[in-house]
């Protein structure tokens, strides 16, 4: 079973308007990190945001924010006023707890590959 | 943002030669990871260390062979590879905190190296 599961494969968005990437994630683990990267097509992997398991509010930087819903397991992000330099592919990740000592690696999902219209 | 730099950019090579990568982190971290990302799949974690000593193989191949002489520096030695391994190579680092886990332990990645085994 795949721990992250991105639906959307492509999107198309107007200028200006706001964007919901969806996530979901599976994990027995209570304590985990999601993750949101931005990969332009130059292909460097850009860190645009981190929820923790354990946060009590959903995380926000700029116009980037997550809607966290945990008893759903979903960590959709959400652009506010989309540009059109947001044209990219977006990927959803996880960490575990696992045996790394703390250096685990992320689970990423197939990614969302949004242009954003003029 | 030049924290983590990664050469060559674009490597061609045939199956028989032998080439490295390398990647530097100027972050000051003390994890670093490389991952693959082949066309239409998720980036795969292959290797991950932590103070220098690599703390997970994902089953990767032996004729991918990682070298990590101090927190700094990152190699991978490629030789006999076959085209399927045509990929881009991305180089990660973080800074692990063993008695937490939280946004400190984000990964921060390199530009990545195009590969294509002929």
């Known amino acids: 079973a795949q721990k992250i599961t991105q639906t959307q494969p492509g999107m198309f968005v107007q200028e200006k308007e706001a964007v919901t990437l969806d996530c979901t994630y599976d994990?027995?683990?209570?304590?985990?990190?999601l993750f949101w990267y931005k990969q332009p097509s130059s292909g460097e992997m850009i860190f645009l945001i981190y929820q923790g398991s354990y946060d009590q509010q959903n995380a926000t930087e700029g116009r980037y924010s997550l809607n966290f819903q945990k008893a759903r397991k979903s960590a959709n992000l959400v652009i506010s006023a989309s540009q059109l330099g947001d044209s990219a592919m977006y990927f959803c990740a996880m960490r575990e707890r696992g045996s790394g000592g703390g250096a685990d690696g992320l689970t990423f999902g197939k990614g969302t590959h949004l242009i954003i219209q003029p | 943002e030049t924290g983590v730099t990664q050469t060559p950019r674009h490597l061609v090579m045939g199956m028989t030669n032998k080439k490295s990568l390398k990647c530097e982190q100027h972050l000051g971290h003390n994890a670093m990871y490389w991952y693959k990302q082949s066309a239409k799949k998720p980036l795969e974690l292959m290797f991950v260390y932590s103070l220098e000593e690599r703390v997970e193989n994902n089953s990767v191949p032996s004729r991918f062979s990682p070298e990590c002489p101090n927190s700094s520096h990152l190699f991978l030695h490629l030789h006999t590879l076959q085209p399927e391994d045509s990929a881009l190579y991305l180089c990660?680092?973080?800074?692990?905190?063993?008695?937490?886990f939280g946004s400190g332990d984000t990964q921060y990645f390199g530009p990545g190296t195009r590969l294509t085994v002929l």
């Open positions: 990660a680092s973080s800074q692990v905190h063993r008695t937490g």
């Open positions: 994990t027995s683990d209570p304590s985990y990190g």
